[in-house]
């Protein structure tokens, strides 16, 4: 059984950078792609970021390219999300989120199976 959880959210201001880690344990990830959701008072969950199992494709929603940089070090089976100039319509929970479905698979933005219980991001304008 796989268990991810996430740390590094918190309270910024507008302009200001976050970084988010997702520890996994319980099965190695390093053959399986691996993302970032978030989900904002209201609002369904949405895909923010997916990075393939080796490291080399990375895939973002457009409303944070530029501005978030999502990485993996499987060394230490874990994943990153970097988010800079934040905006207050960032403000949501942030899941990581694994998908072993496929070993070696693309990177989706749905279809994930195992999921971490969230950390709080929230943005001041």
């Known amino acids: 059984q796989v268990q991810l959880v996430e740390s590094g959210g918190g309270l910024v201001q507008a302009g200001g950078s976050l970084r988010l880690s997702c520890a996994a344990s319980?099965?190695?990830?390093?053959?399986?792609?691996m993302g970032w959701f978030r989900q904002a008072p209201g609002k369904e969950r949405e895909f923010v970021a997916g990075?393939?199992?080796?490291?080399?494709?990375?895939t973002y929603a457009d409303s944070v390219k530029g501005r978030f940089t999502i990485s993996r070090d499987n060394a230490k089976n874990s994943m990153y999300l970097q988010m800079n100039s934040l905006k207050p319509e960032d403000t949501a929970v942030y899941y990581c989120?694994?998908?072993?479905?496929?070993?070696?698979?693309?990177?989706?933005?749905?279809?994930?199976?195992?999921w971490g219980q969230g950390t709080q991001v929230t943005v001041s304008s």
């Open positions: 319980g099965r190695t990830l390093s053959s399986y792609p």
């Open positions: 989120a694994a998908d072993t479905s496929v070993a070696f698979g693309s990177v989706r933005t749905r279809g994930y199976d195992y």
């Open positions: 990075v393939s199992w080796s490291r080399g494709i990375t």
